[in-house]
């Protein structure tokens, strides 16, 4: 239908007032008869005259045109938009766009596909194209007609992009091509385009759309070929004005893109040379520090990702990486500054000129000069975030050295919520990362921060805005994970104040759901509560052992709250494994009556754990509610992975630089979950009643969690093993001290001591070793060996070894001595074994004692000892064996002659209570043959062995020393003497393990100080094997002495325990 030429139609005031003058009814019957009639020129002079009335009675009259029930505007609009002839379709689509403010005329808008209607303005109509050639005539007019339709259609596009109505019409191919296409092939076109791209890109859902369109290949070729240089030529600044413009936003797509895993090619050499060359626009500046940012941040080689961005890059040389690092170190220091005039409202005369047209003055508090505010603000922020991602990089760190890089807070002092969201989300993803934990400092930084900011959402007029509580909760639900954290969390009374902070929180957004909110806090607690030195009573941080936190009483009543209420099952399934953590009476029972519990526990931790994430990921399984999965599912009825293709998948993660964190886990495990099991697990290990049944059920699983489960779970895995081997028979033997001298003699095979060496005791000579082997160390004068500075208790044993925290002292850990789950060792049933070479002195003219134990100060008894007496003949020496008893009396036994040779020594001391060795008094055995003395007790206290204070007294060659904390049996004694080989050792566990390959395993978490330490103390326990000393150097010896130099106090004891159990 062509258009009717018509008489043009009568102006003036009267017609325009007449037109003012209509109802809606009036004006949509006006406009229905110049449809009717095709008189485009009419049409327009209404909307022309009615636009000062529409403007006047906004919105409510241009709701009443939609709006009328028999009739609306937008049926007119229909036939002008839909129009055959371009000029009714450009006036339809002019018009339309002023409607796009009511939300009733974008849904009728989107109904009649008013989008794909308005794209037939961007092609060229039929003719256009035979005339394309005269480029003085028709060809030109009609290709300056065609650009300016593309522009409307772009400038529309934009528009529309504000509205979510408009979303999956603007995510059309046809819309994609369209702002593609005038991106490359209309210059005026370009920032409006880059433009639309930025609005589409803030809905996440649309990028995979970018993809299939190839739009992030489009922008990349946009951004590496788009000059960015100020020109030289005044004439040239208008269309680089727009180049500047699309630039930044064509940088902010890509940026967005990167930010949420999709794949778009960014041209690094460009991103460099426009850092290099300091663009003039504050705009670009902030962009293209946000587009580096996620780059980097989204690095699987960060360093990498840097030395490509350099100018001057080639190949394996590192040209140019420090003049980079500078070049952002410059532009640190002058955000920073700008940061402080900006604040200060002072010396802004620089930032008040446009940068685009430097003779054009910027108002101050004017929007343009907010915007320019807000640039800063940006360009702040995530630089400050670049260099916490750059920070915990050696390479790149040792290389700010010299730089004076300072000032690293300031993006905390900000307060747009998109930008705290940033630093927030920074913080949180780095705090996860295993490079990120070795950065004790920066760790604690971060840790004082995110809590000013739990402050400062507690203060009455709070800056802090509500939509970021949940982040800073989950960061530090995060930060909790960390031992060292938690003291720092109960130091600042965490509960007391996350319980202020939901409250209020929940005060001011009743209709939002609390549970993300409830549950980030029950993590952090939970965490909190299960650092050893607030659930173990033995490790004290303070002078009273029986100090916990949180306050024990009140946290279970709120447990118990949990378990009854109506919660998700995350909040029951953590407030139950605590409460059974807590309420340590139920373990108080025979194997047999907590097994049950035991294997329900570990089968819900096998399902659940992190270490499990590949498979449940790769089988496709839907993410438990709220990161806890089935409590039924047990590890026998699903899929699970030999460990051998866990340690392949932990070395391919190592080689890939690709870490396992909370946040990815919590996808399809229950990593907090987990930790508080693992926490349990750990206590009972030290039980010599649980110690066979995880032997047999839960071995393998803990080393695959050390394998592959995030740190935090392989921390307390490692801590299991390291219990499972102090005190480490399987048979309840209690197995408190065990100086096997088969190569060191400063290593407790019971794990429970570190031993201290006086003087230089000699390694038995080839071929006289116990067991055939190099077994036996031969004390000579001024040689010992110190149990403990305090003397050695079988019944109070030390609990220095029961933990390792990174930032705990030995001092810390044995506070007290072990605190036992059942009833504790008696004082009196003790049992002292040691194999000795007779004869003792190899002296022939010394007629010293020979001192095989003396007790610890005051006193300084000498325990057990040997003197010598010369016979009648004055030739014949005659060795006496002599006790010194609890009265203080020397008591001389009589015993028959020894052979040359190896022979065993046994003191047993008991009561009529002990079932093995019912007596009171104390038994004394060299090999078959036996002393009894009735009422008659050595002191339980063993300081030194080998020799007494004097260093005078060395009693010569000795193996295999021990102290059990109960009586031996006569029959255990017999089987002791008929022993030949080291087969029936109490060290069953440590030989498993090593047939495992534990040490291969636990040498790859050394990254993390958390689990650094914790595997340290499991393998210093496994090196205690010697066939196991020279795997463990081979694996890990490096990074042990790398370790020495640990800052953190028990990673460096840990490492020198291993290196002296290597020795």
Known sequence: MGQTESAPAQTGPSDQEKVMAMTSIEFISALKSACGENDLVRFGELWQYIEQKRAALHPNFDAELINENKDSCIRHLKFAFRHTNTSWREMGVRICKTFFHLREAREKFVNLNFTSSMMFLTMPEQGDEDNSDDVDGAGKEASAKQEEFQLLVAETLLQMADYEEFAEELCSTSVLNFLCIALNQTPAAVEIATSTFVKISSYPENLALFLSGSVGDILDSFFKSTPYKRPHHEEECVQWAKDISALSSCAHTMGTMIRYGYVCKVDRVTVGAMFVSKPNSLRLVAELVRLFYWMCRTSDDLFETIKETAPGHSGESLEGVDTFLFLLVQLWDKSVTLQRKLQNRNDLEDFLIDDIDPSRKIELDSE??????????????????????????????????????????????LREQNLLQVCLGTVRHLLDLAEVQECHELVSFFAEQLLNFVDMALQEKSTFPDKQIPLLLEGLSILSLQRGMQSMLAEFSIRDKLASLVHAWHKRNR??????????????????????????????????????????????????????????????????????????????????????????????????????????????????????????????????????QKFAICIQRIAENRHLGSI???????????????????????????????????????????????????????????????????????????????????????????????????????????????????????????????????????????????????????????????????????????????????????????????????????????????????????????????????????????????????????????????FNGTKFFLDDFGVKLENVWVLNDFFMVGNDISGKKPFGLIADFRIYARSLSTEEIQKMVQADCTDDHPDQIARRLGDMDAAKILAQRLDVPDSAAESLRALGSLATLATQRANILNVCGREALRLLDSPLPMIHRQAARLMNNLA
């Open 664 to 918: 990815e886990a919590l996808d399809y495990c229950a990593p907090y979950e987990c930790v508080l099991a693992l926490s349990l697990f750990s206590r009972l290990a030290l039980e010599p009643k649980f110690k066979r049944l995880m032997l047999e059920h839960a071995l393998e699983p803990l080393l695959g969690c050390v394998c592959t489960g995030i740190w935090a779970e392989a921390r307390e895995a490692a801590a299991t093993l390291a219990n499972l081997m102090w005190m480490p028979d399987l048979d309840r033997d209690h197995l408190v001290c065990w100086l096997k001298f088969d190569g060191s003699a400063t290593v407790d095979a019971a794990n429970v001591l570190l031993p201290i060496k006086a003087g230089e005791p000699r390694r038995v000579k080839i071929g006289k070793g116990m067991y055939r082997s190099t077994w036996g160390m031969e004390f000579v004068k001024n040689s010992c060996i110190t149990l403990h500075p305090d003397g050695f208790k079988s019944y109070s044993v030390p609990s220095l070894l029961t933990t390792a925290s990174p930032t705990d002292t030995f001092k810390v850990t044995s506070q007290s001595p072990y605190h036992w789950l059942d009833e504790p060792p008696h004082p009196r049933h003790f049992t002292v074994t040691c194999w000795f070479y007779w004869p003792l002195n190899t002296d022939a003219n010394s007629q010293d004692p020979s001192v095989l134990l003396q007790s610890s100060a005051p006193e300084r008894l000498t325990q057990i000892y040997v003197s010598y007496e010369t016979e009648e003949d004055k030739q014949t020496v005659k060795a006496v064996w002599t006790l010194v008893d609890h009265t203080r009396t020397e008591r001389a036994l009589k015993t028959p002659p020894l052979s040359p040779g190896w022979h065993l020594l046994a003191l047993v001391s008991s009561t009529n209570r002990c079932t093995a060795q019912p």
């Open 511 to 644: 209709t939002v759901q609390p549970w993300r909110v409830q549950l980030s806090v029950l993590r952090i607690l939970s965490q909190v509560a299960v650092h050893p030195s607030h659930r173990l009573g033995w490790v004290a941080m303070s002078n009273d052992p029986a100090e916990v936190y949180p306050p024990r009483a009140e946290f279970e009543q709120e447990l118990e709250a949990l378990v009854t209420g109506r919660y998700q099952e995350s909040f029951k399934t953590i407030a139950s494994l605590l409460l059974t953590m807590f309420q340590e009476r139920k373990f108080q029972k025979e194997i047999t009556d907590v097994e049950t519990t035991f294997h329900s526990i570990l089968d819900w931790w096998y399902a659940n754990t992190s270490a499990r994430y590949e498979e449940e990921k790769l089988a496709g399984e839907e993410p438990p509610s709220g990161g806890a999965g089935d409590a039924q599912a047990t590890a026998a009825g699903r899929h699970t992975q030999p460990l051998k």
């Open 368 to 413: 343009e000069f907010k915007d320019k505010q807000a640039y800063a603000e940006m360009c702040l922020c995530y630089l400050n975030c670049l260099w916490w991602l750059l920070l915990p990089h050696r390479q790149v760190c040792w290389r700010l050295r010299n730089f004076e890089l300072k000032d690293l807070h300031c993006a905390f002092e």
